[in-house]
C-alpha cells in the first residue's frame, strides 16, 4: 500500500511535489528512473568541461546519474591496422558497455582549433568501429564550455552532428563561454541569462527521459 508523502522534484532548485502512490512530474507521470551517464570529452585533470558537467549532475535528482571522468581513461590511437591486428581495447570495451546500459547522456565537449579534441574525436572513432549505432534509442543533453568568448560552439556543433548518425538523439544543447567568468565551482552558472538557458536545456532533456 503507497503512503502520501513530498518528494523533491527532478531538479533541485524545483518545489516540492505531493503524490499518493505515483510520481508526479511537471504534471505528466513518470514511472521509472532513467539511467543517465555524465562525462566531458576532454582527457584533462582540470577540464573545465568536466566541471561543468560535474555541475549539471548536480542539478539532478530521483534519476540514477553515473559521472565518469575521462581523464583517467586512455585509448590508442584509432588505425585500421590496430584493430585488425588487436581488436577493441579494454577501455573503449568498458566505455561502450556503460553507454549501452545508459538511457541518456550528458556531454560536454571541449574544443581545439575549432574542432573537438583528438581525444574526444578518437574516442567517437573508436565507438563507431565497435557498433555503427552505439547510441541507438539514447536521449543526449549536448554541451561546451571554454575560456574563451565562443564557448567552443565549434566542437559543439560537429558533435551535433554526429551523434545522430550513430543512433544518438540530442533533445538539448547549450553553449557556455568566457568559463572563468561565468561559472563559480561553489555557485555554478553566475551569469542570469546563461544560468536560465541552461537550465531551460536541462528541463527539456529531463522532460524526455
Known sequence: MFGCFAVQNYIKYSHNVVFCGIFVENNHLNTSMASILALAGSNSSTSVNF?????TTSLISDHDVELL???????????EDREKQLGFPEALVKLKEKIEKADALIISVNEHNSAPSAYFKNVLDWLSRADRNYLENTQV???STSP????????????????PRVGGTVVAAFSLPSFYTNFDEEKGIIDTELSQAHTKALESFISEL
Open 51 to 55: 566541471k561543468l558537467v560535474k555541475y
Open 69 to 79: 571522468n575521462m581523464a583517467s581513461i586512455t585509448f590508442p590511437m584509432y588505425s
Open 141 to 143: 543533453f549536448l554541451m
Open 148 to 163: 574563451g568568448k565562443r564557448g567552443a560552439v565549434g566542437a559543439k556543433e560537429y558533435v551535433l552532428s554526429s551523434l
